[in-house]
């Protein structure tokens, strides 16, 4: 059993920043993929972007150029940076892991996920 937790989130104004992370513990795998989502109110979970094991990243267009994941193998750990935020972003983000390597944007193909963070975005 994988456990994750998010942290980071928070109330930002537009314009500004945040840094997500996402800390996975109890079984670990190898090759996996860690990815952060978004759900908005009433709408569906999206994806945000995903970081392998092997170091290789991808990130949705909307967010290329503001958003970046990274990760740390040693800490178990992936983060979201998010710079440039605007009202659109406000969410629920979620981390969700898999012990494959996932090359969909579809949230069932991640087995685990965090209980997620909120991001709220002020105009």
């Known amino acids: 059993q994988v456990q994750l937790v998010e942290s980071g989130g928070g109330l930002v104004q537009a314009g500004g920043s945040l840094r997500l992370s996402c800390v996975a513990s109890?079984?670990?795998?190898?090759?996996?993929?860690m990815g952060w989502f978004r759900q908005a109110p009433g709408k569906e979970r999206t994806f945000v972007a995903r970081f392998w094991s092997s170091g290789r990243t991808y990130h949705a267009d909307f967010v290329k150029g503001r958003f970046t994941i990274s990760g740390d193998n040693a800490k178990n750990t992936v983060y979201l940076q998010m710079n440039s935020l605007k009202p659109e972003d406000t969410a629920v983000y979620y981390c969700?892991?898999?012990?494959?390597?996932?090359?969909?944007?579809?949230?069932?193909?991640?087995?685990?996920w965090g209980q997620g963070t909120q991001v709220t975005v002020s105009s």
């Open positions: 109890g079984r670990t795998f190898s090759p996996y993929t």
């Open positions: 969700g892991a898999s012990s494959s390597i996932v090359i969909t944007n579809r949230p069932d193909d991640y087995r685990y």
